[in-house]
């Protein structure tokens, strides 16, 4: 049974840093795409990051515009886990956090910023910024 557990979240002030982590079980997801996606209250779950690797060590990552230059999403294949590092936050970076994963096999030239693309998901973490 796969499972994704999301850890790191908090309280951070305007400015500051947080970095989450994923920590997969059940499947090495070596060759699949996992993602970031956030919530804020009374809004729709939105795409933050993404990456995928397609059997090599390349990968491939993705942004937001939203999130470009201040976000970094990385893995570590030995733990089965992928990262979101998280600078500059700002208030509107509020949100529960959640980290998803694909079932199929990563595909380069494909975007993976659909909610519909992933197929497993973790519970979330709350990340909170005050300005």
């Known amino acids: 049974q796969v499972q994704l557990a999301e850890s790191g979240g908090g309280l951070v002030q305007s400015g500051g840093s947080l970095r989450l982590s994923c920590a997969a079980s059940?499947?090495?997801?070596?060759?699949?795409?996992m993602g970031w996606f956030r919530q804020a209250p009374g809004k729709e779950r939105e795409f933050v990051s993404r990456?995928?690797?397609?059997?090599?060590?390349?990968?491939?990552?993705d942004y937001a515009d939203s999130v470009k230059g201040r976000f970094t999403i990385s893995r570590d294949s030995a733990k089965n886990t992928v990262y979101l590092e998280m600078a500059v936050l700002k208030p509107d970076d509020t949100a529960v956090y959640y980290c998803?994963?694909?079932?199929?096999?990563?595909?380069?030239?494909?975007?993976?910023?659909?909610?519909?693309?992933?197929?497993?998901w973790g519970q979330g973490t709350q990340v909170t910024v005050s300005s």
């Open positions: 990456i995928g690797w397609s059997g090599g060590s390349t990968s491939y990552a």
């Open positions: 059940g499947r090495t997801f070596s060759n699949y795409a």
């Open positions: 998803a994963a694909t079932d199929r096999y990563y595909r380069e030239g494909y975007t993976y910023r659909r909610v519909g693309d992933y197929t497993y």
